[in-house]
């Protein structure tokens, strides 16, 4: 019997336990594949891009040994929805003003040039 295919869907990330293979997900328990804000509310630069996936990768790395469950994928999640949160209240990233819903849902931007 295989794994069944586990899952995190937070606002701006969702993970899967699956690889990307021709733009489809294919269930595999030994790989973690991240969705970075499929919404697209956000704009973002390689850089701050960059910088999510390389934290997504230090929680996961954190998790070895560990058995892979749901509860590990929302906690991954709600961390990198922290982050982004930090990320976007430092200026790193911003709202995207073409997004469909433009609805602030992590807290309007706090920069120095706004405060």
């Not at 690889?19 to 704009?43: V, Y």
């Not at 998790?63 to 469950?69: A, I, N």
């Amino acid at each position: 019997m295989t794994d069944p295919l586990l899952k995190c869907t937070t606002r701006h990330i969702r993970i899967f336990t699956a690889i990307t293979q021709n733009n489809n997900l294919i269930e595999d328990s030994d790989h973690l594949t991240m969705d970075l804000d499929p919404d697209n509310e956000f704009l973002w630069e390689n850089q701050a891009i960059e910088k999510v996936q390389n934290r997504f990768s230090e929680l996961v790395e954190s998790q070895v040994g560990q058995e892979l469950s749901d509860y590990v994928l929302r906690k991954i999640g709600s961390d990198l929805e922290s982050y982004i949160r930090q990320m976007l209240q430092a200026g790193e990233v911003s709202y995207n003003p073409d997004s469909r819903v433009l609805n602030y849902s992590m807290g309007l931007p706090r920069t120095p040039e706004l405060l």
